[in-house]
Nanobody, 121 residues
Framework: QVQVAESGGGLVQAGGSLRLSCTGP????????MGWFRQAPGKEREFVAA????????AYSDSVKGRFTISRDLTRNRVSLQLNNLEPEDTGVYYC??????????????WGQGAQVTVST
């Protein structure tokens, strides 16, 4: 099955920045809102941010609002997440997926490998 592919993770000190990217099938990126989710060690996957199909409307979790920015490139089947002012609590594996509200779209199961983000103190 075709999967999304996340990239751009890394190790950064607290206060630093990273930019994550996600690419995938044309039919997916051209049809659905897209979201970013993350999973910290020992915790369940949680919603981070989402952008609608037009790219004009976004939503964020309270913990990242004002620090992260989601965007989508409609011509390149790409969704990006700019992470600024990173905190150790942002550490985790970041995944993208077609979204519905603040959850992944019903029936989506082909998660990618994710992008590891590690924030040191």
């Amino acid at each position: 099955q075709v999967q999304v592919a996340e990239s751009g993770g890394g190790l950064v000190q607290a206060g630093g920045s990273l930019r994550l990217s996600c690419t995938g099938p044309v039919r997916m990126f051209g049809s659905f809102a897209m979201g970013w989710f993350r999973q910290a060690p020992g915790k369940e996957r949680e919603f981070v941010a989402a952008v609608d199909l037009s790219g004009r409307n976004t939503a964020y979790s309270d913990s990242v609002k004002g620090r992260f920015t989601i965007s989508r490139d409609l011509t390149r089947n790409r969704v990006s997440l700019q992470l600024n002012n990173l905190e150790p609590e942002d550490t985790g594996v970041y995944y993208c997926a077609p979204s519905s509200g603040k959850t992944e779209r019903t029936g989506f199961t082909t998660w990618g490998q994710g992008a590891q983000v590690t924030v040191s103190t």
